[in-house]
């Protein structure tokens, strides 16, 4: 067999698993009304099934590279995939909500494995010289896995079932097992010793989890109370902890030497801002599109499936070429995008036209695929080549912490310009109700009542309601209030009541507009605010790289800054 076609199969097996394991982030968050629908409990236990992912696939990410410096890491991603499909099968079968949390959580330990492996085992299995462009490729991969979770999750779930989610993950598991097993070569970091770092493995395990379980609970408990505040104290010791270990240890996980690369930490902290933003465009669109637009799961995935569109065609572009003229303007212009795509989202209203969502969601791709591929090429092709791999732990950890980061701190905005907009809007209807001259006073508690409810959301998410059934019900009401009355008044209610109802329709019409306008305008701001929250991205960007020129030059400083 020639060696072509081993690299092919070597590369198909890789991109199998991370796939897999990067899909797995966001196919599940489509699924998961159909799965409240399946398990009962609450919306926060049910959340638990995407946080429990997440959380494990960021604690563990940084110590699973280490692993397999040190212990081979093809045997490491054989472990990982196996894992990974194994928990796949089990948990389409779960028989409860608790084993089904327990077993994504295992899942995203699975998918901390694998996903750091895959670049060293790529720079490993192609020469150097094909570096950039396979890399670019995988980088391209990984940003339509991640966009692209919400339309598959939405077809599966339509066409099969929320199961099917999990057992499709089985057949390409056994697949990049078997390829892995006989094509790939096993590698490891010479000069990264065989004792393990326990110091720093507790450090930075204690540190990611305490701060990614507070950022996880802050929508529960609020950013001031103090659960918050000593998880995120508990999650800054185990980092200071950590920061000790790295300089007094004889073996550390963390080559300091890798923080001496400006490009490196520019690379790393453009991650954060790449995983924050994808995860709170994704979320905030597909909240808009189900509960302002009124588009089912489905729809709502296959439209944001656009972002996947956008990524595929800039990161078959950006990734090749920024090997070349580096990748610092791709990933700044990319952030660019990706911000103007944002602030331009929150243009949209409840009635405007799929034309208008898709384009912007294009332009969110383009970015996205312009960032991506060339930071993650940049992050690995400025460090030592043995050191590949722990590098490419720290950039996808910091791509998970972005997203988790992302999510606390939209929700919280979303949340509190949502109550804000909401609250003003159904005072105003309240005080237009009052006012109202031609509505008889018995009438008013109840229509009164009517809009206090749309305005919690009883009748329907964020203000958009069937009006139908409230003025029923307003009607019912209305009626029963009327059979209280004296004689005389019920007499002159039932002369008038064509009009009565009319008015009252108009009103309750009238504030069913303005809640559903207020919840709009509140997803317009957070939108802006998701936008703003990017751009300091634009500067780690432009530190991400350097001119092709001066890389030579970069490398040869971290290789004697590690001697």
């Known amino acids: 067999m020639s060696m072509r076609v081993r690299r092919i199969f070597s590369f198909t097996a890789i991109v199998l698993g991370f796939f ?24 926060s236990q049910i959340s638990w099934i995407m946080n429990g992912y997440n959380l494990a696939f960021a604690v563990f990410i940084l110590t699973a590279s280490r692993l397999a410096d040190q212990f081979g890491r093809k045997r490491v991603f054989l472990i990982g995939v196996l894992l990974f499909t194994v928990t ?39 020469p150097k010289e094909m570096h950039g462009l396979i890399i670019g490729i995988w980088g391209a991969i990984s940003g339509v896995a991640a966009a692209s979770g919400p339309a598959l999750g939405g077809v599966i779930t339509q066409q099969l079932n929320w199961q099917w989610i999990f057992f499709v993950n089985v057949p390409l598991g056994v697949l990049s097992i078997v390829l892995t097993a006989l094509f790939i070569q096993e590698s490891r970091d010479d000069s990264a010793g065989r004792s393990v770092d326990v110091g720093g493995t507790l450090g930075i395990t204690g540190a ?27 999650g800054i010791l185990f980092l200071i902890f950590f920061s000790f270990s790295q300089r007094k240890g004889r073996e550390p996980m963390l080559p ?33 599109l189900t509960r302002m637009m009124g588009m089912t799961e489905l729809k709502a995935g296959l439209v944001l499936s656009m972002i996947a569109v956008g990524s595929i065609v800039s990161s078959a572009i950006s990734g090749p070429l920024s090997a070349k003229y580096g990748s610092h303007l791709f990933a700044a212009g990319g952030v660019l995008i990706m911000a103007g795509a944002a602030y331009s989202l929150s243009g949209l209203q409840a009635d405007s036209a799929l034309a208008d969502v898709l384009v912007r969601l294009v332009a969110m791709g383009l970015g996205t695929g312009l960032t991506m591929a060339p930071v993650m090429s940049s992050a690995v092709r400025n460090v030592p080549e043995e050191k590949v791999g722990i590098a490419s732990g720290i950039t996808n950890m910091s791509k998970a912490l972005g997203s988790v980061i992302g999510v606390a701190i939209i929700v919280t905005v979303l949340q509190q310009q949502t109550d804000n907009n909401l609250h003003t809007a159904g005072n105003r209807a309240v005080q237009a109700v009052k006012e109202d001259q031609v509505l008889q006073p018995f009438i008013k508690p109840v229509l009164i009542a009517a809009i206090t409810s749309l305005g919690q959301g009883e009748h329907g998410s964020d203000g958009k309601a069937d ?51 207020a919840a709009v305008h509140a997803f317009s701001r957070t939108f802006v605010c998701a936008s703003l929250l990017m751009l300091p991205g634009i500067l780690f960007a432009l530190l991400s790289d350097k001119r092709p020129k001066r890389q030579k030059e970069t490398l040869l400083e971290a290789e004697s800054s590690a001697i």
Request: without cysteine; charged residues 10%; hydrophobic residues 55%.
């Open 208 to 234: 990611m989890f305490f701060i990614t379980y507070a950022l996880i609970k802050v929508q529960d408990f609020g950013w001031n109370s103090r659960v918050i505040l000593l998880l995120l104290a508990l």
């Open 467 to 517: 009006g139908d059934e409230v003025f029923t019900e307003v009607m019912a009401k209305t009626k029963l209030a009327a059979a209280t009355l004296s004689p005389a008044e019920q007499q002159a209610f039932a002369a008038d009541s064509g009009n009565q109802f009319r008015e009252a329709g108009q009103l309750l019409s009238q504030a069913a507009a303005g809640l559903q306008g």
């Open 256 to 288: 300091l030497s890798l923080l001496r690369i400006r490009t490196f930490n520019g690379a790393s902290l453009t991650m954060i801002i790449v995983g924050a933003a994808l995860m709170n465009i994704s979320l905030l669109t597909s909240f808009f």
């Open 88 to 126: 796949s099968l089990l948990a389409g079968l779960a028989p409860s909500l608790g084993v089904l949390i327990l077993l994504r959580v295992l899942q995203g330990l699975a998918g901390a494995i694998i996903v750091p492996v895959t670049i060293p085992l790529t720079t490993t299995t192609f």
């Open 20 to 43: 897999m394991a990067l899909l797995d982030t966001t196919i599940i968050n489509i699924a998961l009304p159909e799965m409240t629908r399946h398990f009962g409990g609450t919306v």
